[in-house]
């Protein structure tokens, strides 16, 4: 069965600060799916990158980047420079692919507070 | 316009009623989800079809019964409602069942059962 830990439920920065968010996840599978989903306080889900189990190139987005370490099985997230906007619920999710029947499975999400 | 739609956003309800939920997307996606999000945050998927048909049932009690008239949309109607059933809903939508492709998610539901 799939499963992802995102161990770390609260941080808090203050503004500027570089933050890493972690995720580690379990799978039987060689073909997968990962995400990162951000949930600002107005409550609606947006989507941030998808990355498939056989692209370990890390990926940069602005002030936002990505490590993708198969060894380790984490799909860590960084933000670089936080800025109060960056305060959200931010969800690691796994999807085995090639399933009809497949799902995405979510982390269960760190709560990022910056603070000005 | 937007992509997911769902109504009603907030619902607030007796226990023991009925009531439903319904969900539209304008993506011309095969597959649509219902995830239901707790007090703790935590997502956990419901249903999913695909082209009208369930694919997922992820041992959601009777009382939840989904409906999909067409591709485009996916209704969830809720029986007998319970104090436990409070909780955040989400619709969602993707191009296949297959997992490769990311979730379009609606703004979400809102449900108070008192």
């Known amino acids: 069965a799939q499963k992802v830990t995102q161990a770390q439920t609260e941080i808090s920065v203050v503004e500027k600060e570089d933050v890493t968010l972690d995720c580690v996840y379990e799978?039987?599978?060689?073909?997968?799916?990962l995400f990162w989903y951000k949930q600002p306080p107005s409550g609606e889900l947006v989507f941030l990158i998808r990355r498939n189990s056989f692209d370990e190139q890390n990926e940069i987005s602005g002030r936002y980047s990505w490590n993708f370490q198969k060894s380790t099985s984490s799909f860590n997230f960084t933000i670089t420079a936080s800025q109060v906007v960056d305060s959200a619920v931010y969800f690691c999710a796994l999807s085995e692919a090639l399933r009809a029947n497949s799902k995405l499975t979510f982390g269960k999400g760190i709560t990022l507070s910056v603070r000005p | 316009d937007t992509a997911v739609s769902q109504t009603p956003k907030y619902l607030v309800t007796q226990m023991g009623n009925d009531k439903s939920i319904k969900c539209e997307q304008n993506?011309?996606?095969?597959?649509m989800y219902w995830y239901k999000q707790d007090s703790k945050k935590f997502l956990k998927i419901m249903f999913s079809?695909?082209?009208?048909?369930?694919?997922i049932n992820e041992t959601v009690p009777n009382r939840f019964s989904p409906k999909s008239p067409d591709k485009a949309h996916l209704n969830l109607h809720i029986n007998s409602l319970e104090l436990g059933d409070s909780a955040v809903y989400f619709c969602a939508s993707s191009q296949w069942t297959s997992g490769t492709g990311e979730l379009f998610f609606g703004e979400g539901s809102r449900l108070t059962v008192l």
């Open positions: 079809y695909n082209n009208k048909e369930l694919i």
């Open positions: 993506l011309g996606h095969d597959t």
């Open positions: 799978t039987r599978d060689t073909t997968y799916y």
